[in-house]
């Protein structure tokens, strides 16, 4: 083998080295941006979760109120605690959100 065509063999690998670096490089900004969308939704998520849980504790206070208006007791007060706690536990959705 020529000393030129030794030298072509070494830039074409060269090359190939640098391509697959740049598209490793770009896979891995597009994984980057994957996560960082998955974070912001996540965060979405969250945020909604919070309002959820804030609607149904007022709900829930609503409900306390009038139960305590029209049915007063003596000595064992319901609380949202005890109700919460005849609840079942594990709640699986049977759906997905979307």
Same mark, same amino acid.
């Given at each position: 083998m020529s000393q030129r065509?030794?030298?072509? #063999?070494?830039? #074409?690998?060269?090359?190939?080295?640098?391509?697959?670096?740049?598209?490793a490089r770009m896979e891995a900004e597009e994984l980057l941006n994957e996560i960082d969308n998955l974070a912001l939704?996540?965060?979405e998520v969250k945020r909604q979760t919070d309002k959820i849980e804030a609607a149904?504790?007022?709900?829930?206070?609503a409900i306390l109120s009038r139960l305590d208006d029209d049915h007063p007791v003596a000595s064992?007060?319901?609380s949202k605690r005890s109700i919460l706690s005849m609840q079942p536990k594990n709640v699986r959705l049977s759906h997905t959100l979307g």
């Open positions: 065509s030794k030298m072509v #063999t070494r830039m #074409t690998a060269n090359a190939s080295k640098f391509a697959d670096a740049d598209s939704l996540l965060h149904a504790d007022a709900i829930g206070d064992s007060r319901v």
